[in-house]
T-cell receptor, first 115, second 111 residues
């Protein structure tokens, strides 16, 4: 089966610019997650969607970050304006809702460098 | 979710068993132990999970102590491709629940 797709894989921007990341989850997965991974640390949840509704966005810096999941499939994560501390890998993951499978499937991530 | 404690790094010779420990002394009765790993420049990958009993799959074995306060992930015959950061995560066994990652254990397998 096809995995979680993310694009772009790499992005370099200057501070105060805006950037957007795209994620296509595994077909049939109702739950979608965006994680931020700073170098040397484990991933940290930014936002979780169930279909096209937000389940948890408590750690999303809402003054600069936004995310949407239209039609309950693809998702985009946007940063505007970017800061130096936003340099990180942004990981998208998806999973089933309910049933016996507890796995989350991660995409390869987008490495963002803010200069 | 309960916190976990893992060693920062471990080394293992290729072909030998890699035993990765994890302490989770505050685990609750409805919380499972999950293991994920992250190979360089890739997203995390699910390995195995368990509640009370020991578990085994094609990738690894998971040994959970009787009091459930610690566990060990065993890679029976480590290869160079097993070099990765290994994360031990404790969370309720409910699909659609986000993962809380620590810093994990960096396992280096050498020939």
């Amino acid at each position: 089966e096809a995995g979680v797709a993310q694009s772009p894989r790499y992005k370099i921007i200057e501070k105060r610019q805006s950037v957007a990341f795209w994620c296509n989850p595994i077909s049939g997965h109702a739950t979608l997650y965006w994680y931020q991974q700073i170098l040397g640390q484990g991933p940290k949840l930014l936002i979780q969607f169930q279909n096209n509704g937000v389940v948890d966005d408590s750690q999303l810096p809402k003054d600069r970050f936004s995310a949407e999941r239209l039609k309950g499939v693809d998702s985009t994560l946007k940063i505007q304006p970017a800061k130096l501390e936003d340099s990180a890998v942004y990981l998208c993951a998806s999973s089933f809702w309910g049933g016996s499978s507890y796995e989350q499937y991660f995409g390869p991530g987008t490495r963002l460098t803010v200069t | 979710d309960a916190k976990t404690t893992q060693p920062t790094s471990m080394d293992c010779a290729e072909g030998r068993a890699a035993n990765l420990p994890c302490n989770h002394s505050t685990i609750s009765g409805n919380e499972y132990v999950y293991w994920y790993r992250q190979i360089h420049s890739q997203g995390p990958q699910y390995i195995i999970h368990g509640l009370k009993n020991n578990e085994t799959n094609e990738m690894a074995s998971l040994i959970i102590t009787e009091d459930r306060k610690s566990s060990t992930l065993i890679l029976p015959h480590a290869t160079l491709r097993d070099t990765a950061v290994y994360y031990c995560i404790v969370r309720v066994g409910q699909a659609g629940t986000a993962l809380i990652f620590g810093k994990g254990t960096t396992l280096s397998v050498s020939s």
